[in-house]
């Protein structure tokens, strides 16, 4: 009988340990920047594009990061905050600085993350951004994401990305 005791006792505990305690996440969105990569894409009409794919990790404590599709017709007159919930800021470097480009001259990009559903959230986010022109040399660019209560995230920046020296006609 003593011999028994131990055993159930070991048992008990291997069982214990087996369960996975859910992590908590504040119910903001937190972002973590990971990667951005470049890579050249050929389309249906053998046209090269250049494209930038930024990597970053997210948590969502209540989950509600994420938006519904919007019907056709509507969201003309919506705020940018409810049409959409990822933004990008852009800095081109100019001379020895960074500047911040103005959104009428495509500084601002905008997207839709889709609707997610899950207590509590988090994953990895991959987002493709194409350039058919490459317009600046040395880039960087700052992002935040909003979930569906208006939670804004933290600001994140990524690596210096240089584009000076890439010629698509030449590849």
Same mark, same amino acid.
């Given at each position: 009988?003593?011999?028994?005791?131990?055993?159930?006792?070991?048992?008990?505990?291997?069982?214990?340990?087996?369960?996975?305690?859910?992590?908590?996440?504040?119910?903001?969105?937190?972002? #973590?920047?990971?990667?951005?990569?470049?890579?050249?894409?050929? #389309?249906?009409?053998?046209?090269?594009?250049?494209?930038?794919?930024?990597?970053? *990790?997210?948590? $969502?404590?209540?989950?509600?990061?994420?938006?519904?599709?919007?019907? $056709?017709?509507?969201?003309?007159?919506?705020?940018?905050?409810?049409?959409?919930?990822?933004?990008?800021?852009?800095? *081109?470097?100019?001379? !020895?600085?960074?500047?911040?480009?103005?959104?009428?001259?495509?500084?601002?990009?905008?997207?839709?993350?889709? !609707?997610? *559903?899950?207590?509590?959230?988090?994953?990895?986010? #991959?987002?493709?951004?194409?350039?058919?022109?490459?317009?600046?040399?040395?880039?960087?660019?700052?992002?935040?994401?909003?979930?569906?209560?208006?939670?804004?995230?933290?600001? $994140?920046?990524?690596?210096?990305?240089?584009?000076?020296?890439?010629?698509?006609?030449?590849?």
């Amino acid at each position: 009988m003593r011999n028994i005791v131990p055993i159930i006792g070991i048992g008990m505990l291997l069982l214990a340990s087996c369960n996975e305690i859910a992590p908590e996440y504040p119910d903001e969105p937190v972002i #973590d920047y990971q990667t951005f990569s470049l890579f050249i894409t050929v #389309d249906e009409l053998n046209n090269k594009t250049l494209v930038g794919q930024l990597s970053f *990790d997210f948590t $969502d404590g209540d989950g509600n990061v994420g938006l519904l599709p919007l019907p $056709d017709s509507s969201g003309i007159n919506l705020p940018d905050t409810v049409k959409y919930n990822f933004f990008l800021q852009l800095y *081109d470097l100019k001379g !020895y600085e960074y500047e911040k480009v103005p959104e009428e001259n495509g500084g601002i990009l905008k997207y839709r993350i889709p !609707y997610l *559903d899950k207590q509590p959230l988090s994953g990895t986010i #991959d987002l493709d951004i194409f350039y058919p022109l490459i317009l600046h040399d040395t880039i960087f660019y700052t992002f935040y994401i909003y979930d569906r209560d208006f939670n804004r995230s933290n600001t $994140d920046t990524t690596d210096v990305i240089v584009l000076s020296g890439i010629n698509l006609d030449e590849i």
